[in-house]
Nanobody, 117 residues
């Protein structure tokens, strides 16, 4: 059974930084494509960043230049470094994993990020 566990959320001020972590178990991280999604109150869950097993990355326009997704396969952990945080970044952040060529099947429980001015 694949499990994803996020950590690192919290309440910060505008302009601060946070680093989220997502640790996997039950499946070697190197075999998964991984992503961060977020869901703000009353809104749909949207993709924030994706990192494929070959370390190619994608970022949503809203976070490009401020967020960095990375992975440490040896630690089975994925990260999201979030800099220059804005109030609109406030959301529950979820990590997700997918087998190659498959949909996002594995999800963490989510971690709250709150950015206040």
């Amino acid at each position: 059974q694949v499990q994803l566990v996020e950590s690192g959320g919290g309440s910060v001020r505008v302009g601060d930084s946070l680093r989220l972590s997502c640790t996997t178990s039950g499946r070697t991280l190197s075999r998964l494509n991984m992503a961060w999604f977020r869901q703000a109150p009353g809104k749909e869950r949207d993709v924030v960043a994706i990192i494929w097993s070959a370390v190619s990355t994608f970022y949503a326009d809203a976070v490009k230049g401020r967020f960095t997704i990375s992975r440490d396969n040896a630690k089975n952990t994925m990260y999201l470094q979030m800099n220059s945080l804005k109030p609109e970044d406030t959301a529950v952040y979820y990590c997700a994993g997918a087998e190659e060529g498959s949909k996002w099947s594995y999800w963490g429980q989510g971690t709250q990020v709150t950015v206040s001015s």
